[in-house]
């Protein structure tokens, strides 16, 4: 396998994080969250960010904290955050920290891992498995341009999605 990052795509309940940290303990990798390192340096949460800065910030944000891992050439696994492809300066950087993983699933499947979950600011709102399906057509588009590698992981379990992952990955 190549000796490049690793990093995961895909909207917001697609398993980045959970399918990161699997591969880490595989393959011996760091792993880290981009949104997690966000709200680390900006010490408060992403819904809180949203709240008081806006959208706006924390994209920029995200794309200040792409060009310092590309400037640091780390290797590792990166998740980032659901909206991060969005901006094509972010796909371009994205690409070159490394192999680009989409990992794409059902506006169904988001809806019943995030039903709950009252920490997703864009999800709060009346009919959230229409402003799922709103979302994610509107990003499809974004995360497959920007990706080397497509899973699409909704009947997989984690060592599935792994395995598919890493077979790419040797090829």
Do not use: H
Not at 13 to 39: A, C, F, N, Q, W
Not at 53 to 72: I, N, Q
Not at 141 to 148: L, M, T, V
């Amino acid at each position: 396998m190549k000796r490049e990052s690793i990093i995961l795509i895909g909207f917001m309940g697609s398993g980045k994080t959970t399918v990161g940290m699997r591969l880490s303990y595989k393959i011996r990798r760091p792993v880290e969250d981009l949104d997690k390192m966000i709200e680390r340096r900006e010490a408060c949460t992403i819904s809180e960010l949203f709240a008081t800065k806006g959208e706006e910030y924390f994209r920029e944000k995200e794309t200040e904290l792409l060009r310092e891992l590309v400037r640091k050439k780390r290797q590792g696994i990166l998740s980032a955050g659901g909206g991060t492809p969005m901006r094509q300066q972010n796909r371009d950087l994205l690409k070159q920290l490394g192999t680009v993983v989409y990992l794409r699933v059902r506006p169904e499947t988001v809806y019943e891992r995030l039903k709950w979950d009252k920490s997703r600011p864009l999800l709060q709102c009346k009919d959230p498995l229409s402003r799922i399906q709103e979302l994610m057509e509107s990003r499809a588009g974004a995360y497959e341009s920007c990706a080397d590698i497509i899973v699409d992981a909704d009947e997989l379990d984690l060592d599935e999605i792994q395995n598919r992952i890493l077979r790419r990955l040797t090829k």
